[in-house]
Nanobody, 119 residues
């Protein structure tokens, strides 16, 4: 049974930072692209960042480029999202996802962690 478990969310003031870990189990982690998505209140879920299985390739949404950093530790089956210079519009539920390398789409999703940024 595959599980993705996010943590690290919380309430933070604008300008602050958070690091969100997502730990995977039940899959061969090194064979999966890992991604982060978010869903703001009243909006659809949107892509935030993606990292290749080796960690050598990353992609970001334009709205977060330069402020967010995705990384992974394959020895710990964990992907991280470092969020700096938080803005109120970064508020939402942050989800991690796993997609098998070489295939399209995302096969597995976590339950999400809430990030709330106060102005």
């Amino acid at each position: 049974q595959v599980q993705l478990v996010e943590s690290g969310g919380g309430l933070v003031q604008a300008g602050g930072s958070l690091r969100l870990p997502c730990t995977a189990s039940g899959l061969t982690f090194i064979r999966y692209n890992m991604g982060w998505f978010r869903q703001a209140p009243g909006k659809e879920r949107e892509f935030v960042a993606r990292i290749s299985p080796s960690g050598g390739s990353t992609d970001y949404a334009g709205s977060v480029k330069g402020r967010f950093t995705i990384s992974r530790d394959n020895a710990k089956n964990t992907v991280y999202l470092q969020i700096n210079s938080l803005k109120p519009e970064d508020t939402g539920i942050y989800y991690c996802a796993a997609g098998f390398y070489g295939s399209t789409g995302w096969s597995y999703w976590g339950q999400g962690t809430q990030v709330t940024v106060s102005s």
